[in-house]
């Protein structure tokens, strides 16, 4: 069993680079969403959507756009990169029928993707 | 808010009993509360939930206070692999998908 897939595992980009962190899933799962994680500190939430074709914002969705075009592929795009950006990122999915599920259906994480920005 | 409030930081003794709290006073009825922990370089993992009454699984036991305001996850014999920083979270489906974690608790196992 796949879960959560994220490539790549680890990239260094130059600032003014773009890049896509890819995220896929293989568990059929409506709702996916982004983290990331700063040194010592907690995630926090970048984007999610809730199904193929909806997609909302976190708490930090400045500098990142996503797109959900099918259930599988959540990916989440850097257009700039800028060095506030180095970090560790988290996708997550869960089991959704029509939002009201989300609830009470635990996340289940990839490996996480190591950005660094130079 | 959504976030939870957590210590953060406990320790505990390896074989021994650790009892680590979350707090979650504006808590609605419909919401659930996961925890989750994240062992060191790798990505956060479910560990239980619970809606009101208290649960077990494997891995551990959730004790949901009457209130529903605050909530416990019970290790019941740590082990030095239980070391990780453990996240409680609410899930709610008024925030439609908005799931946010707050710091966290790192628990250090002492051998």
């Known amino acids: 069993n796949a879960g959560v897939t994220q490539t790549p595992k680890f990239q260094v980009l130059k600032t003014g680079q773009s890049m896509t962190l890819q995220c896929a899933q293989d568990?059929?799962?409506?709702?996916m969403s982004w983290y990331r994680q700063d040194p010592g500190m907690g995630l926090r939430l970048i984007h999610y959507?809730?199904?193929?074709?909806?997609?909302d914002q976190g708490e930090v969705p400045n500098g990142y756009n996503v797109s959900r075009s099918t259930t599988e592929d959540f990916p989440l795009r850097l257009l700039s990169a800028a060095p506030s950006q180095t970090s560790v990122y988290f996708c997550?999915?869960?089991?959704?029928?029509?939002?009201?599920?989300?609830?009470?259906?635990?996340?289940?994480f990839g490996n996480g993707t190591r950005l660094t920005v130079t | 808010d959504a976030k939870t409030t957590q210590p953060n930081s406990m320790e505990s003794n390896e074989e021994e009993p650790v009892h680590l709290p979350c707090n979650h006073s504006?808590?609605?009825?419909?919401?659930?509360i996961h925890w989750y922990r994240q062992l060191p370089s790798q990505g956060p993992e479910y560990v239980i939930h619970?809606?009101?009454s208290n649960v077990n699984n494997r891995m551990a036991s959730l004790a949901i206070a009457e209130d529903r305001k605050s909530s416990t996850l019970i290790l019941h014999r740590a082990t030095l692999r239980d070391a990780a920083v453990y996240y409680c979270?609410?899930?709610?489906?008024?925030?439609?998908?908005?799931?946010?974690f707050g710091q966290g608790t790192t628990l250090q196992v002492k051998p």
């Open positions: 619970g809606l009101t």
């Open positions: 504006t808590i609605s009825g419909t919401d659930y």
């Open positions: 959507s809730v199904g193929a074709g909806i997609t």
């Open positions: 979270i609410r899930h709610s489906s008024s925030n439609t998908g908005k799931l946010i």
């Open positions: 997550a999915s869960s089991y959704s029928k029509f939002k009201v599920v989300i609830d009470n259906s635990p996340l289940h």
């Open positions: 568990m059929n799962h409506e709702y």
